[in-house]
Nanobody
Framework: VQLQASGGGLVQAGGSLSLSCAAS????????MGWYRQAPGKQRELVAT???????AYSNSVQGRNPISRDHAKGTVYLEMDALRPEDTAVYYC????????????WGQGTQVTVSS
């Protein structure tokens, strides 16, 4: 499975941003897709994930602000971010997990999101 993210860039505080991530390869086995982020000097953390049955998980920092959606037919996951804050500045990584005989985890290349105050 390969993951190609697009979107990101520079945005002012309070603004919005859209990220998308397209999976290719053996996409039929993908169960979960989502986003993680890593700010400078910090560990990578969950932003949001969505599973094949529509179940969603959000980190406390983005709860209620950043809805995630997924197009199963296209193998694409989206993150619509609003009310951005400077602390949202990070490299955002697309993530996918697939299960066959065990779990396999995949990461995209990362896309920079910078929120200016």
């Amino acid at each position: 499975v390969q993951l190609q993210a697009s979107g990101g860039g520079l945005v002012q505080a309070g603004g919005s941003l859209s990220l998308s991530c397209a999976a290719s390869g053996s996409v039929l086995g993908i169960t979960v897709m989502g986003w993680y982020r890593q700010a400078p000097g910090k560990q990578r953390e969950l932003v949001a994930t969505i599973s094949s049955d529509g179940g969603k998980a959000y980190s406390n920092s983005v709860q209620g602000r950043n809805p995630i959606s997924r197009d199963h037919a296209k193998g694409t996951v989206y993150l619509e971010m609003d009310a951005l804050r400077p602390e949202d500045t990070a490299v955002y990584y697309c993530y996918a997990a697939a299960y066959s005989t065990g779990w396999s985890h995949y990461w995209g290349q990362g896309t920079q999101v910078t929120v200016s105050s």
